[in-house]
Nanobody
Framework: QLVQSGGGLVRPGDSFGLSCILP????????MGWFRQAPGKEREFVAA????????TTSEPVKGRFLISRDNAKNTVYLQMNSLEPADTSTYYC?????????????????WGGGGQVTVSS
């Protein structure tokens, strides 16, 4: 189980960051990903990072606004969200140990964070 930071309420145009820790293990062995799911919608891929952080992907809806990064010494992956829009309102989940291939991240079944609700509203 991944330990994920909580969400928050922000205004349009604001920035907000999420973090996710994998307790134990060799963190650099794990590709990591972020997903989001809004009420009534399917889960949506947001971003992914290779184990050493040298390769990252962000989805088209968030490209140029969101940034995934990681600190392997702290077993932590981050999602920095900038220029937030109401359409970004969702519950965000991190995932670890999935398959990162062809600029897409296929999540593992085992390692999910508990989710963080991010609401963007004026």
């Amino acid at each position: 189980q991944l330990v994920q930071s909580g969400g928050g309420l922000v205004r349009p145009g604001d920035s907000f960051g999420l973090s996710c820790i994998l307790p134990g293990g060799t963190f650099s062995n794990y590709a990591m990903g972020w997903f989001r799911q809004a009420p009534g919608k399917e889960r949506e891929f947001v971003a992914a990072s290779s184990g050493n952080g040298g390769r990252t992907t962000t989805s088209e809806p968030v490209k140029g606004r969101f940034l995934i990064s990681r600190d392997n010494a702290k077993n932590t992956v981050y999602l920095q969200m900038n220029s937030l829009e109401p359409a970004d309102t969702s519950t965000y989940y991190c995932n670890g140990g999935g398959t990162y291939r062809d600029d897409y991240y296929y999540p593992s079944l085992e390692y999910w964070g508990g989710g963080g609700q991010v609401t963007v509203s004026s």
